[in-house]
């Protein structure tokens, strides 16, 4: 009872920053509001068991992910602020930038965030955590395709030909 306490008060802080995203459901930041919501849930279904048997094969995988989704955000943040010359946080970056993990991958800090998620969704396996994973990377990928075609307006021909030349989450992949 107290995980979805915490869950309901963190929402209602998320929420509350939030609101200028959800008043346009036309822009990324919408979809990404609920990948967030998402992740929250998926992080609190485990929480009474993170660190639980730590030495299980689900475990050691959970831990893994989760530190390659923060040394890819690190990265991500990094190359943003030193070559995107954002204006205010990393969400308006006047330049495309196009090195890095840039050159092979669109989103990287939203392939960090589902890397979150599928370690997270590791420390307690099962439906809810199956089903929650996958709405999450619905709604990260809704948030990217949204963003694609943002950034097309701002950045035109340049932002399509980077399209071209690399993928939106995995390398060489997807």
Not at 30 to 45: I, Q
Not at 76 to 81: D, N, Q, R, S
Not at 113 to 118: K, N, P, Q
Request: overall charge positive.
């Amino acid at each position: 009872m107290i995980w979805l306490a915490i869950f309901l008060i963190l929402s209602g802080v998320l929420l509350a920053r939030a609101w200028p995203h959800l008043r346009t459901p036309t822009r990324h930041g919408f979809y990404r509001v609920f990948a967030f919501e998402t992740l929250l849930g998926l992080v609190l279904l485990g929480a009474p068991v993170w660190f639980v048997d730590p030495l299980s094969a689900h475990q050691v995988v959970s831990w893994i992910l989760l530190a390659a989704s923060l040394a890819l955000a690190i990265h991500g943040i990094t190359i943003l602020h030193r070559f995107g010359a954002p204006q205010a946080g990393i969400e308006t970056t006047q330049h495309l930038v196009r090195v890095g993990i840039y050159r092979v991958i669109r989103h990287p800090l939203y392939m960090s965030l589902a890397l979150v998620g599928a370690g997270a969704a590791l420390k307690r396996p099962g439906a809810w955590s199956g089903g929650l994973l996958l709405v999450l990377w619905v709604l990260l990928l809704a948030t990217a395709l949204v963003e694609e075609r943002e950034n097309l307006a701002r950045f035109g021909e340049a932002y399509r030909d980077y399209m071209r030349h690399s993928r939106r989450f995995i390398p060489f992949l997807f």
